[in-house]
């Protein structure tokens, strides 16, 4: 069964860190882009990163560069995401999904009908 499940949300206050994981089942995360996407409540999805097949360079998004780092563990068939400085404006459901960004974009704003997707890890920056 295709699965990507995601962990390691939780409270944490601004200029603090915290590492999202992403574990891939059913297929080779590695063969594929794959993306961070976030949401806030109410708001749009947002492209945060992705990594593309065979590739060992991360794109971001301009509200997170410098900030997040995208990394993969291809032998585990993990993603994660490490996200440091975070700010109240990142607070948002993290998705890790089987999606590239312009698939992101063209899918607008039912983007969870395309693709795989996790049921998303909760993070809050709050003081």
């Known amino acids: 069964e295709v699965r990507l499940e995601e962990s390691g949300g939780g409270l944490v206050q601004p200029g603090g860190s915290l590492n999202l994981s992403c574990q891939a089942s059913?297929?080779?995360?590695?063969?594929?882009?794959m993306s961070w996407v976030r949401q806030a409540t109410g708001n749009a999805f947002e492209w945060v990163s992705s990594?593309?097949?065979?590739?060992?360079?991360?794109k971001y998004g301009d509200s997170v560069k410098g900030r997040f780092t995208m990394s993969a563990d291809n032998a585990k068939n993990m993603l994660f995401l490490q996200m440091n400085a975070l700010k109240t404006e990142d607070t948002a459901t993290y998705f890790c999904?089987?999606?590239?960004?312009?698939?992101?974009?063209?899918?607008?704003?039912?983007?969870?009908?395309?693709?795989?997707w996790g049921r998303g890890t909760q993070v809050t920056v709050s003081s």
């Open positions: 999904a089987k999606i590239s960004k312009e698939e992101l974009w063209k899918y607008h704003p039912i983007p969870q009908r395309f693709g795989y």
């Open positions: 059913g297929f080779n995360a590695s063969s594929y882009t």
């Open positions: 990594i593309d097949s065979g590739s060992n360079f991360a």
